[in-house]
């Protein structure tokens, strides 16, 4: 099963990916945490993106599918795996498409982690993060016992500049301008599943794993 992973900041996609990973027993790959490892390993492909990256450039989109290309021929893949930050843009589905076709391969299913824009807002801003060992709160939901402090180690728990009303705004818009063509690329493909996260990540999960029953996975 080949997926890909939708979601605005936070949706709770990486609590969705977590599940989708456990349960159907498939790969969870990040094109960040490609990236990354690529240039922590000095490969001629992280040696050649690290330039753009040093300079502050986009990597081209061709460099990036030769690292996705690499990344999913490695054995943990074989049974199937979930993209995530990849692809975001309609150039980048469609050289993934024929990436995929040269090994007779195809993009299953595209799961779009939905909430609305208020909800995500309310939730984002109202988050609070330790510094030190990156547990996350909420004020309302999932207050810290003693106010600023958090409750596994002890450490400062604070507002992160990102999750600030306006910021948040911000990468909304930015997500619904970059990422609403892509939707509706795959969606003509008819293999867009909607999964409604505003409920529950249970609820969301149930919604995917049923429509992926009704595809055969």
Do not use: W
């Not at 207050?143 to 600023?148: A, F, M, S």
């Not at 795959?186 to 609820?203: L, R």
């Amino acid at each position: 099963m080949k997926l890909i992973l939708l979601g605005a900041p936070g949706s709770g996609k990486g609590t969705m990916a977590a599940v989708l990973k456990r349960e159907y027993k498939i790969t969870h790959i990040s094109t960040g945490d490609i990236f990354r490892a690529n240039i922590k390993e000095q490969t001629p492909l992280g040696i050649e993106a690290k330039k753009y990256i040093d300079q502050g450039a986009l990597v081209p989109d061709e460099l990036t599918i030769s690292m996705v290309e690499d990344r999913l021929s490695q054995d943990d893949c074989a049974n199937g795996y979930l993209l995530d930050g990849f692809p975001r843009t309609i150039a980048q589905a469609e050289k993934l498409d024929e990436m995929l076709a040269k090994s007779g391969s195809k993009i299953d299913a595209v799961i779009n982690v939905t909430v609305p824009a208020e909800v995500i807002m309310e939730r984002v801003v109202n988050r609070r993060v330790c510094l030190s060992c990156g547990e996350s709160y909420n004020v309302v939901s999932r207050p810290t016992k003693v106010e600023g402090v958090c409750d596994v180690c002890g450490k400062e728990v604070v507002h992160r500049d990102d999750d600030k009303p306006e910021t948040v705004k911000a990468r909304l818009e930015t997500y619904e301008k970059n990422t609403k063509p892509l939707i509706d690329f795959y969606a003509d493909k008819g293999i867009v599943i909607e999964a409604d996260n505003s409920q529950s990540p249970e609820h969301a999960f149930e919604q995917a794993s049923a429509a992926l029953a009704k595809m055969g996975f």
